[in-house]
């Protein structure tokens, strides 16, 4: 929702905002100079800056991390602009309140020539039909609308909208940036603390910084209940390690199960175990439990990994992925996740081969694309007698009552005779494989030679 009324036609004045609002509220930029961090896009000169300070007012997807200053930059516009400014939230909206805002808009710029900027918050939670609402307004400039989203837009946001906006990235903000926000709000005292003089030390704001992980709203947060759960030295709050923990209970983290951080940790993970990177897996695995991930898809993936990327180089891999995720079922949440832990690392460490891999997709495109060859007579079964007097069965030749359990004879369909899917990795036992194989082959070759 923002600090916005959801409908309200103006926000409120920074100097109307509640003592009683949280921090977070209270100490919001009211200028385009008290914005810490994305100095990419607000910096002297930079690109959203000079269009701001000229007047060119454009629709835009703020796209960043929560706690980026999305909501805050986009009242800024406003206030910079003299534009009109109204906000409400995809969580609670539908096409109803994008028509009222519509029709709002349109009669503001019939009367004053005005503008309306439409906020709209977590614009990736309406949906298609939803979002097409906005598409002949932003074209024709009834509106100009800031859609806010932690989501990447390239799949949360239609095409056609997308098309008509453009994207800037805020990012997360850094240590230093947060450390510069819980100051000021130590030393503000008409919005911020400084009228409790709380004792803090660079210690404890680092801390906090660490916690909030890039959030600004979070970071705030944690100060402000820290410094209510203070111990009072001389009636002066002393905010110490314990009283920020207990403020902070659990760090954050940015995670989105359904959402591209999912992917993307998933991929780091499945990466650093293919590069043979055990601390880098280990780290990646335990950021994906403690953000809150199902444990039994991370066991999942293991086991789709060794098979994928390690296969026959060490078939016990495969043993260990399955007994990890047994042991999780088992055991559940926390003791299992230390099986998941064993299975990364040993993962991590085996030799890898993609050879299952290739030859199984070599296999399916043969499967998919060529015809689908009857299965040679001489290896079909034939349990009755009229399939042995057609032929099934016929000069088939059984494996173990040969030397060595070794025959001449094709399996493939004819127009597949000689395909070789299978080419093992020198790695791990594969190496033993593929010794084995190019026997086979050899052997093969040398007895169809004999033949002709």
């Not at 009211?30 to 910096?43: I, P």
């Not at 000229?54 to 200053?69: A, F, K, N, T, V």
């Not at 400014?85 to 028509?99: D, H, N, Q, T, Y």
């Amino acid at each position: 929702m923002g600090l916005f009324d959801p409908r309200g036609p103006e926000p409120r004045s920074p100097g109307s905002r509640s003592p009683a609002a949280p921090l977070a509220d209270r100490l919001r930029p009211r200028t385009l100079d008290e914005v810490v961090g994305q100095e990419h896009l607000l910096g002297p000169g930079h690109v959203l800056r000079s269009a701001l300070e000229r007047g060119e007012l454009h629709s835009m997807i703020l796209w960043g991390p929560p706690g980026s200053g999305k909501t805050t930059l986009a009242s800024l516009m406003a206030q910079v602009t003299g534009a009109r400014f109204v906000a409400f939230s995809a969580v609670l909206s539908g096409v109803k309140e994008i028509r009222q805002v519509i029709a709002e808009g349109e009669a503001e710029r019939a009367r004053r020539g005005g503008r309306t900027i439409l906020f709209v918050d977590e614009i990736h939670r309406f949906n298609r039909a939803q979002q097409d609402a906005f598409l002949p307004h932003v074209e024709k400039g009834t509106i100009v609308l800031v859609g806010a989203t932690t989501e990447n837009p390239s799949f949360e946001v239609n095409a056609a909208l997308l098309s008509r906006c453009r994207v800037y990235v805020l990012n997360a903000l850094g240590e230093d940036h947060l450390l510069a926000i819980l100051k000021r709000a130590l030393d503000d005292a008409e919005r911020g603390l400084a009228g409790a003089a709380p004792a803090v030390d660079d210690d404890a704001l680092r801390l906090i910084a660490r916690l909030a992980n890039g959030d600004a709203r979070v970071a705030l947060n944690i100060l402000e209940v820290a410094v209510t759960l203070a111990s009072r030295e001389g009636g002066r709050p002393r905010v110490t390690e314990r009283a920020i923990q207990e403020a902070a209970q659990k760090k954050t983290l940015l995670y989105d199960k359904a959402g591209e951080e999912h992917f993307n940790l998933i991929s780091a993970l499945h990466k650093s175990l293919r590069d043979s990177d055990p601390d880098a897996a280990l780290y990646w695995m335990t950021r994906m439990l403690e953000s809150g991930e199902e444990p039994l898809y991370i066991a999942r993936r293991l086991v789709r990994f060794a098979s994928e990327d390690v296969g026959n180089a060490d078939p016990a891999a495969l043993t260990l992925a399955l007994a990890a995720k047994d042991a999780y079922a088992f055991l559940g949440s926390p003791e299992g996740e230390l099986a998941l832990a064993q299975a990364t690392l040993y993962l991590a460490l085996a030799p890898k081969s993609n050879a299952v891999y290739t030859a199984f997709d070599a296999a399916k495109e043969d499967v998919s694309e060529r015809p689908a060859e009857p299965v040679p007579l001489h290896i079909r079964n034939a349990p009755t007698g009229l399939m042995r007097d057609l032929g099934y069965g016929h000069g088939y030749q059984y494996a173990h009552d040969a030397p060595d359990a070794r025959v001449e004879q094709e399996h493939l369909p004819p127009a597949l005779r000689g395909r070789e899917y299978y080419r093992p990795s020198g790695r791990g036992l594969e190496a033993e494989l593929a010794r084995r194989l190019a026997e086979w082959r050899r052997w093969r070759a040398q007895r169809r030679g004999e033949g002709a």
